[in-house]
């Protein structure tokens, strides 16, 4: 085959290894503009158009000084004190100092919610295990606690010293929480083996919550890599198609 009958395999290789090349550029350009649109879009995009838009063009002093003043105090202010949560700190799980890093049966976040009760029951020593069940209660001020033993040898004491029980192997304990605070406790016999446990009484310190959890690659990454693979099959397949088939490659 000739120049004049039709186009060669050198020449259609070379085209068609050019519009691959085009369709990665244009993958990479369509993903890097969507990482920067979210950022403009989020932040410096819509708000900074309204805040210096608005109020430059409207006037230099007065007008420029109420849309940015009062914009930017109303979110930080409203936002600051809302992420606040109640009693201080965190709007997280209760903190309890790190008191219960090593009691048994203990998870973060593992606190009971009993507000709303006159009275809690807190089982000490179940299946025979040195274990308060449940480990950390919360509790509205005035709330009458009671520890049922299901187990022998155990004992309830406060860290404080606000409470303590004798050693036993049946019956009851019981203390009325009126101050909001955590109060942590212990069983003597059993503590160096993890046998602690913990009162939230009301409005208590908090832990700030998670960070959230942002994927290791982007989605713009993404779907430039995938383009790029498709671009480089493609031309690969071509290649191979002309090469393994013959033509004319003068």
Known sequence: ????????????????????????????????????????????????????????????????????????????????NSSGGEGGGGSGPIDYGGYLDDASGWSEGGTADMTGNNQVTIKVGPGGENVFDPVAVHVDPGTKIVWQWEGPGHNVEAENGEFKSETKGSGTFEYTAEEEKVIPYFCQPHKSMGMKGAIAVGNVERKEPAAPVTPAVSEGSKMLGVSTFIAMVSTLGLAYFFLRYGGDYE
């Not at 550029?25 to 838009?53: D, F, I, L």
């Open 1 to 80: 085959m000739n120049t004049d009958e039709g186009m060669n395999r050198r020449d259609f290789l070379r085209m068609t290894g050019g519009a691959a090349t085009a369709t990665a550029v244009g993958a990479s350009g369509t993903a890097a503009a969507q990482e920067g649109g979210g950022g403009n879009n989020s932040s410096s995009g819509v708000g900074g158009n309204n805040s210096s838009g608005a109020g430059g063009n409207n006037s230099s002093g007065a007008g420029g000084n109420n849309s940015s003043g009062a914009g930017g105090n109303n979110s930080s202010g409203a936002g600051g």
